[in-house]
Each structure stands twice: as C-alpha cells, then as structure tokens.
C-alpha cells in the first residue's frame, strides 16, 4: 500500500485554503502518474502474443490509472490549477522515491513482470486498506496494514480527506467550482470507454462530481468498501460485459461525511471496483495466484483464487535490467539507441499530455498516437541485449534519463 | 531562389527511417498464399548453407519486417550558414544560429516514412513530420510541418563498396509550411532575416535532405539509421518545391556513347546535381552527387566518407590501384563553362572546349559542415555569356594528355524539364481525387522560360512484370507462390492533359492528369494499379529538345481499383482488407493487438476508427491506410462506426484488452483448430475465438 504524509492528511481534514487545494488536487495527479511507469515496464516486458490474459489485465490497470490522472487532473483543473506534467514526470525516479508526499517505505522499483514483482511492488501498492480483523478477498488470514499514527496515511484516507476538504471548503466558498473551466478538463468519454461510476465525461462541475470521481479513483485502486456484507457475493457474478448498478461507498459520499468513522468491518471489502471490473489488487492477485479470483462460500473471505487460469510464464517474460535509465546502457550500442528513442517519446508523450491539461484538451489527439507508438518503441528496445557486465539481461525501455 | 541561397543554414547529423519491409515483396498482398514466415526477417547473414553444405536463402519479410515506419532526425546540427554579404559562418560567435539542433516535433507522433507502392519503391513519401529549431537549452525557435514529398535523384550505386540501400543516396526537397518563430532568447541576425522572408513567403520555407549511409542490417547499433546533410533557406511561390529549377548537371556518361571513353581510364563516380546563379554566384549542390567509401567506425558520419577512387559508376574501377596513367581521378575538380553550345563528342577536353570557373571542395569535411554546397564566383567576362552555354563539372588537365575530364554537364541546348508533383494516386472511388495537377517547369541554362509555348509528352513505360520486387529464394521452394505483378496494364487509363499551349512567367505549366472511371483488379491481390510514365519534350515542342531524365524522374500514379462500399458494411467485407494489413504489418497486429480477428477488431473499434478516419498526412496514419482507396477507407470507418453504435464502447478497460486471439502472436497459424483463414458457408471467418 503506497502511503502518504499523515500532515498532509491531517491538513485536509481541517479545512484549507484554496491554494493548499490546489497543492493536495496536484498530488493526485502525481500519485496516479507515479504508477505508471512501474506497470508499463511490467507490460512492455510481455513478449508480443504470450501471457495474453496477464498482459490484458495489467494494460488494463495501467489504463485505468491514466484515467484516475484525468480525473484528478480534471478536479484540479475545475478549482483553479494546472499540473505541470513534464515537471512531475521528471521528477520521479525509481526505484522510489516516489513524490516526496508519498511514502518511500515501499520500494517501488521498474521491473520485468515476475510474480516477485507482483508480489513485492505492484500488489503492495495497490493493496486495500485493512485492520485488524479483516480478511481481503482470496486470502486467509488477516493482514492488517501496519499502523504509523502520525506520519502516513493510506491513499484512500489521502482521498477521503481531500474530499472533506473540498466539502469543507466548498461549504465556505460558493466560489470553489464557480469557474470550473470545463472546457480545459479532459472529456474522458471520448478517450476512455465508459466508467459509470465517474461523473458525466470525467468531468467536475461541483462538489458531487469530485466526489464521484474521487470515488472512482478508490474503488478502482482498492476495491468497494460496502456498508454491508449482502452484496459481495453478488458483486462477484458481476464480470466484464453484463450490466450492473454500481454500489458507492456511501462513507465517502460528501452528502454522508463520516469524518474518521470506522465504517469497515470484517470481510466487507469487496474485490469489485463498481464497474464490472475487480479492483488492481485482485487483479493482480489473479496473475500472482495464476487462476481467476472466484466467489467461494467455503473460503473463509469468501472468495479464493480458483477460477480459470491466468498464466504467467515467465520464460515469455524479457528479463528486464531493472530500474533501468538511458544512462545504463553503453554509448552507441543498439541498446543506448534504442533506449534514447524511446525516452524521447516518453517525453514527447508528457510533453503533449501537459498541453492536454493545461488549456488544450485536443492535444490528447496527439497524445493517445505517441502512447502506441510508445508501445511500439518499448518493444525495440526489448531486442537488445544490455551487454557489458549484464550479459545475460534485456534492455528494458528507460522512464528516466540517469539515477 | 531556394535553400541554396541567402540566408541559408546547413546542417549535418543522422536521421532514422524504420520502414517495414514485408510489403517490399508485392506477393505478400495475396492474403491466400501469405505464410506467417513472412514477417520473419531474411536470414542473417544473407546466404547460409544448410547441413548438406547446400546454399539456402529465404527472403521472408525482407529485412525489416517489424518496422514501425517511424522517420525522424537524430543528432543532427546547424554547421554552417551563409550569411547576408555572401560569406559563409562556420561559429557561434558569428550567429548563434550555429550549433543550433535541427530536429522533430516534440510533442507529437514521429513522422512517417513509406513507399509510393510495393511496384516502386523509388520515391519514398514522408508524412507527418514536423522540423524544428532548437536552442540547446530545449526551448524550439522555428517550427514547421514539412509537406510531404517523395524522395528524387535516387541512385544505388553512389558508395562504391557497398551494394543496396546501404549504397544508396538520395535527397528530399520540400517547403516547411505554417512556419512559427520564437526568436525571443536568440540574437541571431541570420534568423531574423529567415524569418522575415518566410513571414512575407506565407510562412513557408525551403528544406532539403540528403540521405545515404543507411543501416539495413538488423541487429547493428545504428540499424535503421543513415546520415543526413540538411540545408534551410527561404521559399518562393515563383518556384519548384522539391527540386531546384537551375542548371542541371548530368552525368557525362549518361550523355556521351561508353565507346568515347578509354578502358584505362577511371572516371569518378559523380551523380546527378543541380545549381542556381544568383547575381554572380553560382550555387552548386554536391551532397547527392559525390561519390563515397565505406570504411569501419563507430559512427555513420565517419564511415561513409568522399573518396573519387570508389565507384562502380564507370570507366574501369581498378584503374585507380593498377596505376591509371591519365589519373584525370587525381586532378582537382573544377566548374567550368564550355565554349560551344553543342555537346563534345568526347570526355576528353581539349584547353579551347571549356574556360575554368572555379576550383570546388569536394572534401569530406565540406559535404558535412556546408551540406555539401560550393560557391562558385563567375566573372563578369562570363556572366555575359553564362545563359547562352553550358555549365560542367571537369577534372583539371591532366599534364600528361593536356586535356580535362568531363564528369557532368549540362545537356544539348541546356534545357531542363522537370514535374515538381510526380509520384501520385488516382482514385476513381472519389472524383475529385481522381484527377490531380502536376506543375511541370520549363528552363534553358537554368533560366525560367516564361510565357512561351512548349509542348510536353508522357510515355508509358509498357507492361512489366515486377521482376526486381520478387526475388526467388535459393533453393526456390520458399518462393512465395503468388505470381509477380505486372505493372502498366491495361493500357491506356491514364490521360494527361496540358492545360495552356504557353509557359506560365514562372515557366510553369500545368498537366492535368486524370484516371479512369473504373479500374479492376489487374494485380489480382493487390488494390489498384502501378503505372509509370516517361516524361519529356515533344517532338514537335516549339521550345526546348528532348533532354535526357534522371533514371527515376518520371511520373509514378498508382491508381486504385474500384470498390463500392456495401450497404450495411458487415464484417465479411472488412475482414480480407484488415487481413492484409494484419499480414503486412506485424508490428501492428502483434505488436499491439490482431484486428484481423473480429472480437479483438470490434473490441477496439474505437482506436481503429481513430486511425482510419485521420487525415490523409497525419502522423497516425497507418501506412497501410495510405494503399487504401477512399471507398475501401469508408467501409472500415462505417463498419467500426456501426460496430460502436450497436455495442457501445466496451464494457471495461478489460474487455478492451482482453480479447486475444490464441492463434495469433503466441502460436503458429496452424494452431488455430479451424484455420485463422478459413470462412463458413455464409463467408464469415470461422476461428472458434470469434
């Protein structure tokens, strides 16, 4: 679980000004983004037509985590802001730290996709909040996330008392969404396909669209948090293609602010994410445990790893030199050339998302080509071998230009 | 006026194309015999022998088969620029416009490279690509769109020691339009004059590129990656945009009989140039026209250099090393105007047939840091006469004959014609893109020939079977069985219409060409048809004589067979297209997902429809999408449309992914149970994963 500084946290749960908003809408922002260069790398490692189910529900994740940067980029968009992408997209540097809010305890690090990296890096960061007690879907015993009281907060906290910012705020300043600027926000429904649970074409206009877009970011990250056991294993029938309702939190609806009120108790968190989907943990759980998370009375969270399997052979996985940057790999050999190609795109494609979010949401046009092409580099680069003293290493496509 | 004058920047550096090769073989159209071997790359190396000691070789996909297509400029920097009182700067200190990078778009998908047509692979297009200006800090000071435009004076034999593309050299002249400028943090005077020419030229500029030392073994570090020398300099409407409407110079041994020359001599390997007098300065641009040596090293700039001794152009290519007793190879090279209008008969100048101009720098150095353009002062005593004879390319005397060596000049009467739009597509699906204009200009000694009559003719080539695009495997077993095309047939679908018996003031004049009403399937497997035609002087033209064309000038149309969209489009007609283009590129079907298979196609119907529905040079064009005709464009576009209509989008970001097919990417073909090509009895594809 990626955590966050609990002063942050704490700050917005007192109320703040706009401008601390504004800072907190921008952390968002660069929570989602720092997520996707470590899935990417898992997905470019892929080789082309193996480990197809692994490979579709991390692209699918790794989607899902641009929305939640539209998203958040949009609600910082409607109160006044803009992020400056290129400046964030630079400054992260792996393995962690991530953005200096956010905790470095857990080391996030680019990696091939292994079940040690599933296991280590992206199941630990999406990994749903959980006390003592609590049992996740598919697991047997209760991990509970480990408490620091007083320096970091879990990120669905980070997003629950942003949302009690902006509530409080909101209350206080009629202003707050006056000038929403909707035309700079990014319409997702024509570069997403539909997220029911988001706000008419992601797009913020008042205090309950950032709700419902905030709602989406955590449901989709870590699962539904229900009021009640009744639904989840109804929610569980519920796959891709089938239409649904979808089940909100209530706890994190503005209209039901419960401040700090423990609303969670055992085996109430449900693996779905609202959306005909299952959240990032479960599916990553289901590469990890290499079957399909099903319902399952018998199992003690009433769900196990035992449906239809989902391979991951990591002999059609390429053996990534880890965390890698441009400046790993040796001067004018195939591997450097390749490497530099695809940075450059890499900042090409940040380059473009920045204008996307700062006053020209048609640039996304532009943006969502370099991200095939993107794609298509990262497989170049995966031909090469590192050479040098890493022999028997591939050339993984480098996020970042030197440590 | 154009990049060759004032204010001028050259620059040198590396530029990339990773083109795809399976479609450089025409039979890998033909979706019936096509075999998933054929995006696997040729053997390396090229011819191996298998266990019994016999030689085998299989093209497969040619050398690139997973090309994205991509072009850019690498590295590349201004070296040197020709400032306002004619002199050239070679430092910063002089104008910061040197050592400024010259480079892509960075906020947008790379630029393309692709083909006219598998039939003619010899005037490449590129699209989608933006030039820019870049201080070394990032920041971009002149940005523009380089309208797309075929590659001209190509010629394979320029690097003497190597063979095929990496022999090659050609170069690329087009205008950059929708030029912007920031010129706020440079004190450049250079690049305020530049500006202020564009800003009064419609924001247009002159680019050309020269291109050679290409990469083509996969594998290699620089694989993909050849060297570019570049110049920039203001636009003229009054002119030409992809070549230079001046003196061109030929090589002597395409005007004068192979019997003029002696067998012992060596005759370096010049190409085909062009140059352009402004007041009294003759231009000349040598970057396609020297000949080069191959020579190990670590970087492509220093292993393609200059060397006159290296060619396979003619004359005898051991001369040089057995002891060539003229050595006219050795001679510096010198421009010089010839003192009769009539061509010699010979190579071999006597003192009274030329009076020397100035000697030119045909260092390597030179062809780096300007680009390859020479100055040449022409004195007033010449300048009298310098519309009237014509211009050559010579070596100095040799002292032990007295006489200079001819390498180029200009042919009989000095006339040049040339179309400045000359590799095209005709589509009857689309009347108004079925007839296009072709700006063809008219000189004589370089000068312009304007408002007088001249008469023009095209001629057809004839049918050809396109032998060279398909080459047989050793043993031939692997040979794709699809029979070659046969380019040119049917006769006669092409009209070419001169539409005004004079020259315009520019020395323009227009032909209109127009395609048929209906076009076939002559290449059975292939949309459309190649057809190439000769172009020239008529015979009875009042102005100017039949000159002799640079081997690949000539107009290449590619006209597209006639489809009518079906009503409702259904994915039976879509598939056989999207299979295609499934086969051609690997590097989309399986590099991002299959669309050839209908539940992957639909369950991206949106990114599909994006991509088709762009326009024609976006950078997101598919090259793919370029061979389709409109008709079959629109069937694509309504099929995906309808697909969004009835489905939606798709239910979640899994669904969107999720759809892959077993048989495609992860196994062979042959693992699909029911065959991936296979159809049921009501024509649809019958793969179980459908």
């Known amino acids: 679980m990626l955590s966050i500084r609990q002063n942050i946290i704490d700050q917005l749960l007192k109320g703040c000004s706009l401008e601390e908003l504004k800072k907190a809408a921008n952390t968002a922002v660069e929570l989602e983004l720092s997520t996707i260069p470590p899935y990417l790398t898992g997905l470019f490692s892929v080789m082309p037509g193996s480990n197809q189910r692994a490979a579709a529900l991390v692209q699918s994740i790794v989607t899902e985590e641009m929305l939640h940067m539209t998203l958040a980029a949009n609600l910082l968009i409607a109160i006044g802001g803009n992020p400056d992408i290129v400046a964030i997209g630079r400054s992260l540097s792996y393995p962690t730290p991530l953005p200096d809010k956010i905790d470095d305890d857990l080391q996030v690090g680019l990696a091939a996709l292994t079940k040690r990296q599933l296991k280590n890096v992206f199941m630990a960061i999406e990994r749903p909040e959980t006390k003592p007690g609590e049992i996740l879907p598919g697991e047997d015993v209760p991990q509970p996330t480990p408490v620091v009281p007083g320096e970091f907060g879990s990120i669905g906290q980070f997003y629950k008392a942003l949302l009690t910012a902006l509530t409080i705020a909101d209350a206080s300043n009629p202003e707050l969404f006056a000038n929403p600027r909707l035309e700079q926000q990014l319409d997702i429904s024509k570069w997403f396909p539909p997220v029911r649970t988001a706000p008419a074409e992601g797009k913020i206009r008042n205090l309950d669209d950032a709700a419902l877009a905030i709602n989406t970011i955590v449901a989709q990250g870590e699962g539904i948090q229900t009021g009640s056991g009744s639904h989840a294993n109804e929610e569980g029938l519920y796959q891709e293609g089938r239409s649904r309702k979808a089940h909100l939190n209530e706890s994190i609806l503005p209209r039901h602010h419960q401040g700090g009120k423990k609303v969670v108790s055992t085996n109430e968190i449900h693996p779905g994410d609202g959306d005909g989907s299952y959240a990032h943990y479960f599916k990553f759980g289901e590469i990890f445990h290499g079957r399909e998370l099903m319902p399952d009375l018998e199992a003690v969270s009433g769900w196990s790893y035992n449906g239809a399997p989902v391979q991951l052979d990591e002999s059609q996985i390429y053996n990534f030199l880890p965390n890698a940057a441009v400046s790993d790999y040796i001067p004018g050999s195939a591997a450097s050339i390749a490497a530099q190609r695809f940075y450059d795109a890499y900042q090409m494609l940040l380059t473009s998302l920045d204008q996307v979010f700062n006053g020209k949401p048609a640039a996304m046009d532009k943006a969502l080509g370099l991200m095939y092409q993107l794609k298509l580099q990262a497989h170049q680069v995966a031909q090469c071998p590192v050479g040098g003293n890493a022999s028997n290493l591939v050339a993984a496509p480098p996020f970042m230009l030197t440590h | ?690």
Request: charged share 15%; aromatic share 10%.
């Open chain 2, 1 to 690: 006026m154009s990049y060759l004058q004032y204010p001028r920047l050259a620059f040198s550096g590396l530029f990339q194309s990773d083109v795809s090769t399976v479609n450089n073989d025409p039979r890998h159209f033909d979706n019936a015999t096509f075999e998933d071997r054929f995006q696997e790359p040729t053997f390396q190396p090229h011819l191996k022998e298998d266990s019994g000691g016999a030689k085998v070789t299989a093209y497969n996909g040619w050398w690139n088969p997973w090309g994205t297509g991509i072009f850019g400029l690498k590295n590349c920097v201004v070296q040197s620029a020709l400032g306002q009182d004619g002199n050239e700067i070679f430092s910063s200190g002089e104008d910061a416009a040197i050592g400024l990078t010259v480079g892509n778009a960075g906020d947008q998908p790379s630029g393309k490279m692709v083909d006219l047509d598998p039939d003619w692979q010899l005037a490449s297009c590129i699209y989608g690509q933006v030039i820019t200006l870049k201080a070394a800090n990032g920041q971009v000071l002149m940005r523009g769109e380089y309208a797309p435009n075929p590659f001209r004076d190509l010629w394979f034999n320029r690097v003497g020691n190597q063979r095929g593309d990496s022999a090659a050299s050609a170069m690329w002249q087009t205008i950059l339009t929708n030029v912007t400028w920031d010129l706020s943090k440079i004190d450049s005077p250079l690049l305020q004059d530049l500006k202020a020419i564009s800003e009064q030229q419609n924001n247009t500029l002159s680019l050309r590129m020269t291109t050679y030392g290409y990469d083509a073994a996969l594998g290699d570090s620089f694989f993909s990656y050849g060297i570019v020398l570049g110049a920039i300099g203001p636009a003229y409407p009054t002119e030409p945009q992809s070549f230079i409407l001046g003196r061109r110079f030929i090589p002597a041994a395409s005007l004068l009989p192979a019997s003029s020359y002696q067998a012992e001599d060596y005759v370096p390997n010049v190409g085909w140039f062009s140059a352009q007098l402004v007041e009294n300065t003759l231009y000349a641009d040598l970057s396609n026209a020297l000949p080069l040596i191959y020579k190990q090293a670590s970087t492509p700039e220093t292993a393609y250099t200059v060397d006159v001794t290296c060619g396979s152009g003619s004359g005898s290519a051991t001369a040089p090393k057995n002891g060539d007793s003229n050595q006219y190879w050795q001679r510096p090279f010198i421009i010089a105007q010839l003192t009769a209008s009539t061509l010699p008969t010979s190579p071999y100048l006597q003192p009274n047939q030329y009076q020397p101009l100035a000697t030119v720098d045909i260092s390597n150095a030179n062809l780096l840091s300007r680009s390859g353009i020479v100055s040449i002062p022409v004195p007033d005593s010449v300048i009298a006469s310098i519309n009237q004879l014509p211009l050559a390319l010579i070596t100095s005397a040799s002292p032990a004959t007295g006489n200079a060596l001819l390498l180029c000049c200009e042919g009989n009467g000095g006339w040049e014609v040339r179309a400045d739009q000359f590799a095209l597509r005709l589509d009857p699906n689309d009347a108004e893109a079925n007839t296009l204009d072709s700006n063809v200009y008219v000189a004589q000694y370089g000068v312009p020939l304007a408002n007088a009559p001249v008469a023009l003719v095209a001629t057809s080539t004839g049918p050809q079977v396109d032998f060279g695009d398909c080459p047989t495997d050793t043993p031939p077993q692997t040979t794709p069985r699809a029979p070659a095309p046969t380019i040119n047939v049917p006769a006669d679908q092409l009209a070419f219409v001169q539409d005004t018996t004079n020259t315009n003031a520019n020395g323009m004049v227009n032909l209109t060409i127009n395609g048929p009403q209906a076009l076939g399937y002559p290449r059975y497997y292939m949309d459309g048809q190649f057809f190439n035609y000769t172009y020239n002087f008529a015979p009875d033209s009042a102005n100017g004589t039949a000159t002799v064309q640079q081997q690949f000038d000539q107009y290449a149309i590619v006209v597209h067979s006639t489809y009518v969209v079906p009503d409702p489009v259904t994915w039976a007609d879509v598939q056989p297209i999207l299979q295609q283009y499934a086969n051609l590129y690997p590097v989309m079907s399986q590099g991002l997902f299959d669309f050839s298979k209908k539940e992957q196609a639909d369950a991206n119907a949106f990114i599909l429809k994006f991509v088709f529905d762009k326009p024609i040079d976006d950078p997101d064009q598919m090259p793919v999408t370029r061979d389709l005709s409109s008709s079959k464009r629109r069937a694509l576009i309504q099929y995906f449309d309808s697909v969004l209509q009835e489905q939606g989008r798709p239910a979640s970001m899994l669904d969107m992914f999720g759809k892959r097919c077993p048989t495609r990417g992860g196994g062979p073909r042959t693992a699909c149970p029911e065959g991936a090509l296979s159809y049921d009895q009501d024509g649809k594809p019958g793969c179980p994963a459908k």
